[in-house]
Structure formats: C-alpha cells, structure tokens
C-alpha cells in the first residue's frame, strides 16, 4: 500500500514537472522549442534549427555571479599576480578557437570577438595598450588601429635605427628655425612663446610621455617623463666614461655618470617610440596588417587572491585581461612590403610549364589553354597591362584578361630577389609579443557571459567565458607579482634561464595555495 502510494506521488510530481516544463517552452504562437542540442534533436525543418522564442531568450539569461561588497576588515591577505596564458597549450583551446566562422555555428566565436564587438561600438575602454602591466591608468581613446598590427618598411627600420641622431637633427632644425632651444628652459619668454605659438612647422617633442613597453626597466625613470635633459644626456658619448658610454645628465662640475647598458636599452627604446609617434607616416614608414584572430599567442591576466575572513575563504579575483599577438607570424616570413618570400617563385628557379600544341603569339599559352583563359591567341598581351598572357597565368596566378589583375610591385621586386629574402632572419616565436591592450575585467563581465566556449568533455553543456576566467579553467605561468622591488617580473631576477623562472612561477602559485591551508590549520 506505502509503495502504490509512493508510486502514485512520484507520478503526481512528474506530470506537475511536465506540465510546467511544457508551458514554460511555449511561445505565444503556442510553438514548442528546446535549447541546446535539443534544439536540433526537436527541429522539424532545418529552417527551425536555431531559432530562439523570445520566452527562450528571457529563459537563456544567466547574468554572472554578482561580485559581492569586499571590506577591509574583512581582507587578511591578498596579493596581486599577473599571468600569462599560453594559447599554445590545448587546455587553453577555448579561449583562442575557432579562429575561422565558415565551419562552425554563429554561436561559437573566440573570446576576442565578443570583446572585439563592444570596443569597436565603443561600449568597452580599453587601456594601457601595448603595456604588460595593466595600470588602468591611460585610456586608449583612438581605437580605429587597435585591430591591427603596425609594420615598418625598409625606411621605418632605418629611422628606428638611427632614432637618436633622427631626434638630435630634429632639435637642431627647431633651434635653427626658433633662434633658440625650446627646450633648454620651461619658463619661455613671453617673445619666445610667440614664436613656438606662429611656427606651424615646430612639433614638441620633449617632456615625452613614456608608455608602457616591454624594455621598461624603471632603473632610472622615477616618472614616465622622458626629458631633454635626460636626451641630452643620452646622447653625449664621453669617452672620458666607462667604454665611451652615453651619460645620464652633464653636471656643472663635469661629472658624467655613465648609463648602464640595460639603461641604454631603455633610451634607445624611448628614442624610438618617440620617432614612431610623431614623425612616422602611413605608406612611407609603416603600414597595417589586419589582425588575425590565429595570430593571437597569449592572454595576460592580472588577478587579487585574497583571504576573506568572513567566507574563510582564499578568493580569486580577476581585475585585467589583455590579448598578446605578435606583429610576425612565426610561421611567414613577411617582409617589409607584406610579402611572403615562401610564396613567391623566384628567377632562378622559375621553369615555365611546356606548351602543349601551337603558341601563334609565343605568350607561353597554347592557343587551345588561351581559349579556355578567354584570352586572345593572337595577342601576347590581352588585357594591356605589361604581363604577358603566360606569365600571368603560370607565374603570378593572376587573371590574364582583365587590367586590374597584375602582380605588385612588391611582388615583381621579390621575383627577382627572393632567393636574398629566404636567407631572412625570422624572429623568434616569443620575442616579439606585444600586448594589444588592457580591458578593465568587471567591465567585461556582462559581454563574455554571452559568449559561450567549447566544452571537450561535454559538447551539451557549453560555458561562458565569464566562468573560465572566474572559475580559472585555464592554464597558466605567473610571470610578476606584487612585491617590495617596485613589483619587478620574474625576468628581472631570474635572467637567461627559462626553467627557473618556471620553478619560480610554480613556488609562487604554491605560497598562495599554502596560505589558504595554514590558515585553516591555524
């Protein structure tokens, strides 16, 4: 009698779920829908496949998990960690794929395109671009480059080179120009203004604002202003000092105190941006490539553990994330015109293919292959545009009737002297990554829930990217953390040895892990 009853409930309870679970998936068309992977499995017609009800939209909201009020007397431990997430690693896979959309559903796209979306609309600030430690602290207002990726030509490469004869002629040209140094003295002279004011040709150059790049040192820069004094000093070459080296500033007296060589690195670095920023023209010193999303290498991410007293708790806080590319990928060898030498055919191995039957304009084209190209067999040159009908064809791919279809320039120039451009140093994998940008992490949160990544071991259950990041399904290396030496990275103290910056990284993921077990051992 107690199991018929039992029996009899568990029906009650189930049909009652039902009937709720039913009327919840009607729309007011009275059409039934299932989410997810049922949405196939109930599509009567593959038009129905995909199609989401507005009670499914209002249902499928899962706004993240709110960040709760933190209070100081509450906090009684933190420590701030930046890391890296190498996308090389297939545990990381979903934070980088697809990295194409012609193969996949409209609802799967990598975790910088939902980012990439909001910033293009000007819904998401971005800042600190190009800085690997997410300060926060200068907002990216042009955002119209940000998507893609700067390269120098052969004449950008010369000035970056020489960026600090470049600026030592620049200063000379405005003394000349003003009769005085503008620089020399910040209190002008009321005439003196004038004339800085009426020169249209003057571009101030010093105090230079210094952004965040990798070479940053801090070893003498006690703020981010980059002085005329401090170029000046750079840019005396005393052979009185150690090796002939650049000094920091001249004194009064004579003295010279020499820079130290990672010092120097630093300058020229700075003397090189500052060339790039103002005087660089579009087409002359540099050009874009359009970014990838394959070319993406790395996520960075800067993130508080803290201990909360009242959860007793070690809590993980994501505060920055920022996409880390390289401007070369590692597999092309582009040069300064954009052109792959790899997929160039060079002069001195070029064969033409053999003609098969007559040739009556001896353009490398049978008269039969130049009626299927639809060009004329009695014409070398159908469309006019220098390119003979053959090579255009066999050797550029290029369409041989229309005027507008002929190899570059570039293309032409790296024909004859590509055999030169294959011996072309390519730039290690990792030395050349740069952050495109910082996105503060709460700002981000309402935009990644959207977006929903791969889940290997169940493909019925996908996860926003909120979650990973919040929930940490990621691998990753620490490679700075907050401390006493002005936050230095791991690089900065462990130099020239990979491993042990690893063994490094390991020891420091291992103090934070055992805070938390010492204090509930405590």
Not at 57 to 73: A, C, F, R, S
Not at 106 to 122: A, H, Y
Not at 375 to 385: F, H, K, R, S, V
């Amino acid at each position: 009698m107690i199991s018929k009853l039992k029996i009899s409930l568990l029906s009650i309870i189930v049909l009652i779920n039902v009937d709720l679970f039913s009327q919840s998936n009607v729309d007011a068309q009275g059409k039934k829908y299932k989410s997810g992977v049922s949405n196939i499995l109930n599509a009567a017609n593959p038009e129905d496949i995909g199609i989401r009800t507005s009670v499914q939209v209002q249902e499928d909201k899962d706004d993240p998990l709110t960040y709760g009020y933190v209070d100081d007397k509450d906090v009684l431990w933190s420590t701030t960690v930046w890391e890296i997430i190498d996308l090389d690693q297939r545990v990381n896979y979903p934070l980088l794929y697809p990295v194409t959309f012609d193969v996949v559903a409209d609802n799967r796209r990598p975790m910088l395109w939902w980012l990439r979306q909001e910033i293009e609309k000007g819904n998401l600030s971005v800042y600190d671009r190009g800085g690997f430690h997410g300060e926060f602290n200068r907002k990216e207002e042009k955002i119209d480059d940000i998507f893609k990726i700067k390269k120098p030509t052969d004449r950008g490469k010369t000035r970056i080179d020489d960026s600090k004869q470049e600026l030592k002629n620049l200063v000379t040209i405005q003394v000349d120009s003003l009769n005085f140094n503008p620089y020399e003295n910040p209190n002008l002279l009321s005439d003196e203004q004038k004339a800085v004011i009426n020169d249209t040709t003057f571009q101030k150059i010093f105090p230079y604002e210094i952004k965040d790049f990798e070479f940053r040192t801090n070893s003498t820069l006690t703020s981010n202003q980059f002085t005329y004094e401090m170029f000046r000093g750079f840019t005396n070459d005393n052979p009185n000092v150690q090796d002939g080296r650049p000094v920091r500033i001249m004194q009064p007296d004579g003295y010279a105190d020499p820079l130290s060589l990672d010092e120097i690195t630093e300058y020229t670095g700075i003397c090189s941006q500052i060339v790039q920023d103002y005087f660089f023209v579009e087409g002359v010193d540099f050009y874009y490539l359009p970014l990838e999303y394959y070319s993406l290498k790395q996520w960075l991410i800067k993130g508080i553990w803290y201990f909360d007293k009242k959860y007793s708790e070690l809590i993980y806080r994501p505060i920055g994330i920022a996409p880390v590319t390289t401007p070369i990928d590692p597999d092309d060898n582009v040069d300064n015109n954009g052109v792959d030498p790899n997929d160039i055919i060079c002069a001195d191995n070029y064969e033409a293919p053999p003609v098969d039957g007559p040739d009556s304009d001896n353009d490398g084209l049978s008269d039969l292959d130049e009626a299927s190209y639809s060009t004329n067999p009695e014409l070398a040159d159908t469309d006019g545009d220098g390119f003979n009908d053959g090579d255009e064809i066999n050797k550029w791919g290029t369409i041989a009737n229309d005027i507008t279809s002929k190899p570059s320039d570039q293309e032409v120039e790296a024909f004859e002297t590509c055999s030169e451009r294959n011996n072309v140093e390519v730039v290690e994998k990792k030395s050349n990554l740069s952050p495109l940008f910082w996105i503060y992490y709460p700002h981000a949160r309402d935009i990644l829930k959207l977006g929903r990544a791969y889940n290997e071991r169940n493909t019925s259950k996908s996860i926003t990217f909120d979650d990973i990041i919040n929930s940490r399904r990621f691998s990753s290396v620490i490679y700075k953390e907050e401390n006493v030496y002005e936050n230095r990275e791991v690089k900065d103290y462990i130099k020239n040895n990979a491993f042990m910056r690893l063994l490094e990284s390991e020891r420091i993921k291992e103090k934070i892990r055992n805070f938390e077990h010492d204090m509930w051992s405590w």
